[in-house]
């Protein structure tokens, strides 16, 4: 199909788009209704199948634009001497900029588009992360951060959205190894983050030539992502109006929020509980976060064939239980072994968790894919920052394995309710 065969279908479709129903508990044959995903499904499959490759490039630049930032921040803390407490001001303005996004960007990128929203968030992401090692002044990198963080948030609602579209077009779950993607990206920009600057490539460069080769990524992929069909005026108002009332997207935000409080402690608190817990050496109490992340990425690779095959409840009902399971046995045989494998029965457990949910969030009716999408993201990203002070602070009272059943006691809801919430709205 040429584009402008495309743009004439795209704006048939469009005169549409308010016929939509806006229930929340709207039916199936509605969804299938719907003109874009009509549009998209009659699209070649070879056309169809670019959109996907493209948005699995889109998501591992921004895995490796997010770990190479990582993967500097001890060289900003050694750049502005910063104390532990400026630091963590400087890591609070890229979440502060990400939330800020979250709360406001999703109707934008419903009006914009995909395509729109991904060149403006990576581009914004891509020349902030170029300069955050040649700003000369704390307050000025404060400003820089918050604008990063803005512009990550915005691509990853953004290219969740497109995802989430490339998954209904092919009828068939994808969403998982697209984030496996990420996790790809992440592991690929801080192996070859650390590779370079141990070979003497300069920090500055090191983060300028990550920002430029995601670019020429970025601008490779864009032209391949799905068409977009404008919403009609009143539909976006209805839909910015759903989002606040729906029920579907609180119980999926929440559900998220857990989850990421579990995800975000282990993330920080895994490597210290094999160093002081397990009493490991330095060596193999850093493999414990690479034991977890390599659980991730092999999780989200295999969730969308188990998603297919049993469905999304029965994927989060597993999971969330292999979670659990695994995070017991870490406390209660705290020896090497077991610690070991428990941490990464724990990254398997996790992995399709924000899979599954930024899939549903996508599909809930009356709201866009966009702002469905940036509510849940916001609400997640909330139990990302909670995860790390609740564990410590709960360990600060007692001690670091009680501070953990905190992280198996949020598997345990999920095993509990995700499933029913699932199936209340039917997502």
């Known amino acids: ?6 743009a004439s279908h795209s704006a048939q479709l469009s005169r549409s788009v308010s016929s939509v129903s806006d229930s929340t508990t709207a039916s199936p044959a509605a969804r299938e209704s719907d003109p874009t995903l009509a549009l998209h499904r009659s699209l070649p499959p070879a056309t169809r199948a670019r959109a996907r490759y ?73 020349i902030c992360g170029s300069l955050i090692l040649v700003t000369p002044w704390f307050w000025l990198l404060l400003v820089v951060l918050a604008i990063f963080g803005f512009g990550m948030a915005t691509l990853d609602v953004a290219m969740n959205a497109e995802a989430s579209a490339v998954e209904q077009a092919l009828a068939r779950p994808i969403m998982s190894s697209l984030h496996g993607m990420f996790s790809v990206g992440g592991m690929a920009g801080a192996a070859i983050g650390g590779a370079l600057l141990a070979h003497g490539l300069a920090p500055a460069a090191h983060l300028a030539l990550a920002s430029g080769a995601s670019l ?3 601008l490779i992929s864009m032209p391949a992502v799905l068409p977009h069909v404008p919403h009609h005026a009143e539909h976006a108002k209805a839909s910015s109006s759903n989002r606040w009332r729906s029920g579907a997207l609180w119980a999926l935000g929440g559900l998220a929020l857990v989850a990421l409080i579990a995800e975000g402690a282990m993330y920080d608190w895994a490597t210290v509980y094999m160093r002081d817990i397990v009493a490991a050496t330095p060596s193999v109490s850093s493999a414990a976060y690479a034991a977890f992340s390599g659980g991730m990425a092999a999780g989200r690779f295999g969730g969308d064939a188990v998603r297919a095959r049993f469905g999304a409840p029965q994927l989060v009902f597993g999971s969330a239980g292999l979670a659990f399971i695994g995070m017991a046995m ?30 549903a969030a996508a599909r809930v009716e009356g709201v866009t894919a966009a702002e469905g999408l940036a509510q849940v993201a916001g609400l997640a990203y909330f139990g990302l920052l909670l995860g790390p002070v609740l564990i410590g602070g709960v360990a600060q009272i007692s001690n670091l394995p009680i501070g953990l059943c905190v992280v198996a006691a949020c598997c345990l809801v999920i095993t509990v309710i995700g499933p029913r919430i699932l199936r209340r709205w039917k997502i």
């Open 216 to 218: 020429v990524v970025l």
């Open 330 to 359: 870490a406390l209660l045989l705290p020896n090497t072994f077991v610690t070991m494998t428990g941490f990464t029965l724990m990254g398997l457990g996790l992995a399709n968790m924000m899979p599954v949910l930024f899939a």
């Open 54 to 126: 493209a948005t699995m490039a889109v998501f591992f630049i921004a895995g490796m634009m997010y770990a190479s930032w990582g993967v500097h921040v001890p060289t900003v803390r050694d750049k502005f001497a910063l104390s532990p407490g400026m630091l963590s001001l400087a890591l609070l303005a890229v979440a502060g900029g990400s939330i800020f996004a979250m709360l406001t960007a999703g109707s934008w990128i419903a009006r914009a588009g995909t395509r729109t929203a991904c060149m403006a968030g990576g581009i914004t992401m891509m």
């Open 1 to 6: 199909m040429t584009s402008s065969s495309v």
